[in-house]
């Protein structure tokens, strides 16, 4: 250690030792300060550049505005310290402790930060621009409007941490622990985001294009508004995400775990759906042009048992963008609050004899009429819903006559075999439950108020998701006011409309 080096540490330490505190503008360049304790001092705008404080205590020190470039800060401890708008480039603070410090506004380009200490640190604002970050630890820190470009925070945890409209273009996040954090607005455009684990982080808006997700977790995350364009996310878990509005033009989707996810009005231009395990996605609503998917999984646990195979781009566009199909049973009277009590008990009994039912209709209530519409995203499921919906009518009995007529049909109209059997087995499913359903029923229709909404006359639509029209049932007395109430007559859809309205039914093979 050279003279004048040993004269300034000597002065600093005796200062410090005799209660000063307050070092504002020292001028201590290249000195060795390494193991000193400076804590809770005040050091700012002090000049410190090339430095070496390594080892050394400035716990809760003030080194706002201090010039720290290219100091020896490794294994220091700078907690609870304030650093705001300090100059830390090309710093070596390896294994420094910043846990709590306040570094907003903050400069540490390329500054060295390998397993530093940076729990509840706020870095808002901050340049971090190329910064090494490996392996730091970041939770609950909050990097509000930082800028993170070219960083490496490969194998960083930061759960929890506040990433807000930070700016990580380039950056690499390599198998960094990141559930929780809120990203919502970043820019991440070409950042290395492989086998990260981003479960429950929030990426609304964020700007992800070109990014590299395979294998990234993001379970449960919040998606919606994000750009991933040109993005890859082969093999990616996006299960339980929110992926409205999100935009995935030209995206590599290849193998991704999307089960469960909302992706209503994202926009999947160009991209690459094969091996995609898809089971209760929502197959409407998305834009699906000029996709590559030669196969899907739909199997409820992505085990591959159940494989939709495409053997066209309009096929695949085609089951992507799957209409819903619908069950309209119009009752000719407008509802009381009698009646929608019971209706809600006794669709809630049947939804409990036939799953596909779980979701109550929605009901429109219109000056002289009813509507009552059931969706569902497989067609299967329309003949035995509305075998089962218009139990709690007078006009029950003849309508599911002509659902079974249909049905009874089936067999020998022009359709693939897997597909008849499909439709029967639906049917017979919803007929074995059909007396114990009716027996619950009665009790609840016998111990509700008197109404005349159930004998009233009814319409029984079906709409595939080819957006075919069957009529399977429609009271002579339907729309007319003043009916002779005469004995009803149904008639049977016969013929090519039946035939037409099978055919457009989206299957699942």
């Given at each position: 250690?050279?003279?004048?080096e040993?004269?300034?540490?000597?002065?600093?330490?005796?200062?410090?030792?005799?209660?000063?505190?307050?070092?504002?503008?020292?001028?201590?360049?290249?000195?060795?300060?390494?193991?000193?304790?400076?804590?809770?001092?005040?050091?700012?705008?002090?000049?410190?550049?090339?430095?070496?404080?390594?080892?050394?205590?400035?716990?809760?020190?003030?080194?706002?505005?201090?010039?720290?470039?290219?100091?020896?800060?490794?294994?220091?401890?700078?907690?609870?310290?304030?650093?705001?708008?300090?100059?830390?480039?090309?710093?070596?603070?390896?294994?420094?402790?910043?846990?709590?410090?306040?570094?907003?506004?903050?400069?540490?380009?390329?500054?060295?930060?390998?397993?530093?200490?940076?729990?509840?640190?706020?870095?808002?604002?901050?340049?971090?621009?190329?910064?090494?970050?490996?392996?730091?630890?970041?939770?609950?820190?909050?990097?509000?409007?930082?800028?993170?470009?070219?960083a490496?925070?490969?194998?960083?945890?930061?759960?929890?941490?506040?990433?807000?409209?930070?700016?990580?273009?380039?950056?690499?996040?390599?198998?960094?622990?990141?559930?929780?954090?809120?990203?919502?607005?970043?820019?991440?455009?070409?950042?290395?985001?492989?086998?990260?684990?981003?479960?429950?982080?929030?990426?609304?808006?964020?700007?992800?294009?070109?990014?590299?997700?395979?294998?990234?977790?993001?379970?449960?995350?919040?998606?919606?508004?994000?750009?991933?364009?040109?993005?890859?996310?082969?093999?990616?878990?996006?299960?339980?995400?929110?992926l409205?509005?999100?935009?995935?033009?030209?995206?590599?989707?290849?193998?991704?775990?999307?089960i469960?996810?909302?992706?209503?009005?994202?926009?999947?231009?160009?991209?690459?759906?094969?091996?995609?395990?898809?089971?209760?996605?929502?197959?409407?609503?998305?834009?699906?042009?000029?996709?590559?998917c030669?196969?899907?999984?739909?199997?409820?646990?992505?085990?591959?048992?159940?494989?939709?195979?495409?053997?066209?781009?309009?096929?695949?566009?085609?089951?992507?963008n799957?209409?819903?199909?619908?069950?309209?049973?119009?009752?000719?009277?407008?509802?009381?609050?009698?009646?929608?009590?019971?209706?809600?008990?006794?669709?809630?009994?049947?939804?409990?004899?036939?799953?596909?039912?779980?979701?109550?209709?929605?009901?429109?209530?219109?000056?002289?009429?009813?509507?009552?519409?059931?969706?569902?995203?497989?067609?299967?499921?329309?003949?035995?819903?509305?075998?089962?919906?218009?139990?709690?009518?007078?006009?029950?009995?003849?309508?599911?006559?002509?659902i079974?007529?249909?049905?009874?049909?089936?067999?020998?109209?022009?359709?693939?075999?897997?597909?008849i059997?499909?439709?029967?087995?639906?049917?017979?499913?919803?007929?074995?439950?059909?007396?114990?359903?009716?027996?619950?029923l009665?009790?609840?229709?016998?111990?509700?108020?008197?109404?005349?909404?159930?004998?009233?006359?009814?319409?029984?639509?079906?709409i595939?998701s080819?957006?075919?029209?069957?009529?399977?049932?429609?009271?002579?007395?339907?729309?007319?006011?003043?009916?002779?109430?005469?004995?009803?007559?149904?008639?049977?859809?016969?013929?090519?409309?039946?035939?037409?309205?099978?055919?457009?039914?989206?299957?699942?093979?």
């Amino acid at each position: 250690m050279e003279a004048e080096e040993l004269l300034k540490r000597f002065e600093l330490v005796k200062r410090y030792t005799e209660g000063d505190r307050d070092f504002t503008g020292i001028n201590l360049n290249e000195a060795n300060l390494s193991r000193i304790n400076l804590s809770q001092s005040i050091l700012r705008r002090a000049s410190l550049f090339v430095t070496n404080i390594s080892g050394a205590n400035l716990s809760e020190t003030d080194l706002s505005e201090a010039n720290l470039n290219v100091a020896r800060l490794s294994s220091v401890n700078l907690s609870r310290a304030i650093l705001n708008g300090a100059s830390l480039n090309v710093a070596n603070l390896v294994k420094a402790d910043l846990s709590g410090a306040q570094l907003i506004g903050a400069s540490l380009i390329r500054g060295e930060l390998v397993r530093c200490e940076l729990s509840k640190t706020n870095f808002s604002g901050a340049n971090l621009t190329e910064a090494d970050l490996r392996e730091v630890k970041l939770t609950q820190a909050n990097l509000c409007g930082a800028n993170l470009s070219g960083a490496n925070l490969r194998g960083a945890s930061a759960s929890s941490a506040n990433f807000q409209q930070a700016n990580l273009h380039g950056a690499d996040l390599t198998k960094a622990e990141l559930n929780g954090v809120n990203l919502s607005n970043a820019d991440m455009r070409q950042a290395s985001l492989q086998q990260v684990n981003l479960s429950g982080a929030s990426l609304s808006g964020a700007n992800l294009k070109w990014a590299d997700l395979s294998g990234a977790n993001l379970n449960g995350a919040d998606l919606s508004d994000a750009k991933f364009s040109g993005a890859n996310l082969n093999g990616a878990d996006l299960r339980n995400t929110n992926l409205a509005n999100a935009s995935l033009v030209h995206a590599d989707l290849t193998e991704a775990n999307l089960i469960n996810t909302d992706w209503v009005g994202a926009d999947l231009t160009g991209a690459t759906l094969t091996g995609a395990k898809l089971y209760l996605v929502p197959r409407f609503g998305i834009v699906v042009d000029d996709i590559t998917c030669q196969w899907v999984d739909m199997s409820p646990a992505g085990d591959r048992t159940l494989i939709q195979q495409f053997n066209s781009p309009s096929e695949s566009k085609k089951f992507l963008n799957h209409t819903p199909g619908l069950v309209q049973i119009v009752v000719d009277a407008v509802l009381d609050y009698s009646a929608n009590s019971t209706l809600a008990t006794a669709y809630s009994e049947i939804a409990r004899h036939y799953g596909a039912m779980s979701c109550p209709p929605n009901i429109e209530v219109g000056y002289r009429q009813t509507t009552l519409t059931f969706r569902f995203d497989s067609d299967e499921h329309l003949l035995p819903a509305a075998f089962l919906a218009i139990i709690p009518f007078n006009d029950a009995l003849e309508t599911q006559k002509n659902i079974v007529a249909v049905s009874n049909n089936i067999e020998i109209k022009d359709l693939e075999k897997k597909r008849i059997v499909q439709l029967s087995k639906a049917l017979k499913a919803a007929m074995d439950n059909l007396n114990e359903v009716k027996k619950k029923l009665q009790i609840t229709l016998n111990a509700s108020q008197p109404t005349k909404f159930f004998q009233s006359p009814t319409q029984t639509i079906l709409i595939s998701s080819g957006q075919e029209s069957l009529i399977v049932q429609s009271h002579q007395n339907f729309g007319r006011r003043g009916g002779n109430n005469q004995e009803s007559k149904f008639s049977l859809p016969v013929g090519e409309k039946v035939v037409d309205f099978l055919a457009s039914f989206d299957y699942l093979d």
